[in-house]
C-alpha cells in the first residue's frame, strides 16, 4: 500500500521521525520493521504513523518533508480531519522518496 509520511530533514540529508526515536536515521528503499518505543507524552501507537494523503494540518512543515512509503502489515486508525483523517499504523514500511 502506498502511503505518506511527514519526516524531519537533517542538515546531513538524511531523514528521522518527528516525535518519537528521532535520533534514529531513516534510510530510503529498505525495508523496516517497527519497534516499539514507549515515550512519556505520546500515546503508545505501535507501527509506523503514516496518512493516506500528504496533509497533516496540525504539524509544522517547518525543516520537514513528506516522504511517499510503501507499507505492509497495517491497520486503519482514525483520527479528526484537524489530524490528517486516517491514519494508517504498518508494521513494516519503506520510504520510496521524498515528494
Partial sequence: MKAYKLMR??????????????????????????????????????????????????????????VEVELEKYSFFERPISQGGTWVLAQKMKVIRII
Fill in 9 to 66: 530533514l537533517m542538515k546531513d540529508g538524511t531523514l528521522s521521525s518527528l516525535f518519537i526515536n528521532r535520533r534514529n536515521r531513516i534510510p530510503l528503499n529498505i525495508w523496516l520493521d517497527a519497534k516499539p518505543f514507549p515515550t512519556k507524552g505520546y500515546a503508545y501507537r505501535k507501527g509506523w504513523h503514516c496518512t493516506l494523503e500528504p496533509h497533516a494540518p496540525h504539524l509544522s512543515e517547518k525543516d520537514r518533508v513528506w
